[in-house]
């Protein structure tokens, strides 16, 4: 059996988004006792088969009018075809920006809602959930190590899940 593929997806023009996803990755990487591949890339690189293979998803991207930016919404209207390859997946999702970050975060995990994905950590009127201002410092680099290494987890126990069923990952739900 391969090892349980965590895919994280994000957009970024200054780098901010790009360093948030890196830490996350990074995070990831530590899960079931380093015996996970991570997979980093940019929204326009993902495909289909990057999504079905993937045991667990995060999304991130700068904060665009209190939105997610045009190329990963252009990447989840693609993924209507195939939103039944999110089912019960582990998903995170995070922001970067100078204002709206919340509002952005909140989008994007409507988005995962709708294509029943599971959410291992969910925004509320409490808690912002990963929405960084500007340049993540220290704080929010650990903060987004700690994310990825818990969603690595449930990815980890996603596959074992699924395993058990007699499923593979990347043949459907």
Do not use: H, W
């Not at 995170?92 to 291992?120: D, H, P, R, W, Y």
């Not at 704080?139 to 980890?156: D, I, N, P, S, Y």
Request: charge should be neutral.
């Amino acid at each position: 059996m391969n090892r349980p593929r965590i895919l994280v997806v994000y957009t970024s023009r200054s780098g901010n988004t790009e360093a948030l996803a890196r830490a996350l990755a990074e995070g990831a990487a530590e899960a079931g006792n380093r015996n996970v591949e991570v997979v980093v890339k940019k929204a326009r690189d993902v495909s289909r088969q990057d999504v079905e293979e993937a045991c667990a998803l995060a999304f991130g991207s700068p904060t665009y009018y209190s939105y997610m930016s045009g190329e990963l919404k252009a990447l989840f209207d693609d993924a209507l075809l195939y939103k039944d390859s999110f089912y019960s997946k582990p998903t995170v999702a995070f922001a970067t920006g100078n204002g709206g970050q919340s509002k952005c975060v909140e989008s994007i995990e409507a988005i995962l809602e709708l294509f029943e994905a599971m959410l291992i950590q969910k925004s509320d009127i409490l808690s912002p959930g990963l929405a960084v201002q500007g340049n993540p410092d220290e704080g929010a680099l650990r903060q987004a190590k700690a994310v990825g290494r818990k969603l690595g987890e449930a990815g980890v126990e996603y596959a074992c899940r699924k395993g058990s069923e007699g499923i593979i990952v990347g043949k459907g739900k």
